[in-house]
């Protein structure tokens, strides 16, 4: 006799797919925004120096969850205020959201990673004729990402758990998908347990594929003598 809970696999499995598309996009959009704000945070123009202040401090001091619904209900009602249809499709608005969210986070590592380069990095990058700009995406950048690949991957593992939040904006991801099955079925053990497992192994592989982009960006780290 076939168990129960396969007839479980198969909108689980929907819904999992759901869940790595946010994940993997979000994740590439806040990688982006994180590079971006991290270096513009360390800025001498004063301009992009306080916008990254301002979108770093916005989206880590406030609730992911406000930022998905602020996106998806309230974001269509201001357009309408000014005759704009801003309406997002509640996948696009998922993937913004998390992006948002984990690019905020992730800036505050480029930063980081970028200040603990030794400033005689720089300057002997500036000894040789490069301008600032080539120094630092030639020089420190280089040097800085082996050291922010184990925050990223916590960062990811984060955003990928993150993901389940989606499931309010009735986005059928794995969450939303094990809602649905519980409410028919009422077995919150067996299909909750299973979502776990799901969670977990997706976490495994995610880790997986981080470590393995650590070891390959960890060669760009000069050696030490």
Do not use: C
Request: proline share 5%.
């Amino acid at each position: 006799m076939i168990p129960h809970w396969t007839e479980y696999l198969p909108p689980l499995l929907e819904g999992a797919w759901v869940t790595v598309q946010l994940t993997v996009f979000s994740t590439l959009l806040g990688a982006v925004l994180a590079f971006l704000f991290g270096v513009g945070k360390l800025a001498r123009n004063p301009f992009l120096r306080g916008l990254s202040v301002a979108y770093i401090e916005l989206f880590r001091g406030t609730s992911l969850l406000v930022q998905l619904f602020w996106l998806y209900f309230a974001l269509p009602l201001a357009g309408q205020a000014i005759g704009l249809d801003l309406r997002l499709p509640p996948v696009l608005a998922g993937i913004l959201a998390l992006g948002l969210n984990i690019g905020a986070y992730g800036a505050e590592v480029v930063r980081g990673a970028i200040q603990a380069v030794h400033p005689g990095q720089h300057e002997a990058a500036i000894a040789l004729n490069f301008n600032r700009r080539q120094a630092l995406l030639g020089v420190t950048i280089p040097q800085a990402v082996p050291e922010m690949m184990p925050a990223f991957g916590n960062l990811a593992v984060q955003n990928l758990k993150d993901t389940a939040l989606v499931s309010l904006i009735s986005l059928g991801d794995m969450t939303f998908r094990a809602e649905q099955i519980r409410n028919f079925t009422q077995d919150s053990t067996v299909i909750y347990t299973m979502l776990l497992f799901m969670y977990f192994g997706m976490a495994l592989v995610l880790t997986a594929i981080m470590r393995l982009l650590e070891r390959r960006v960890g060669r760009w780290r000069p050696a030490r003598g």
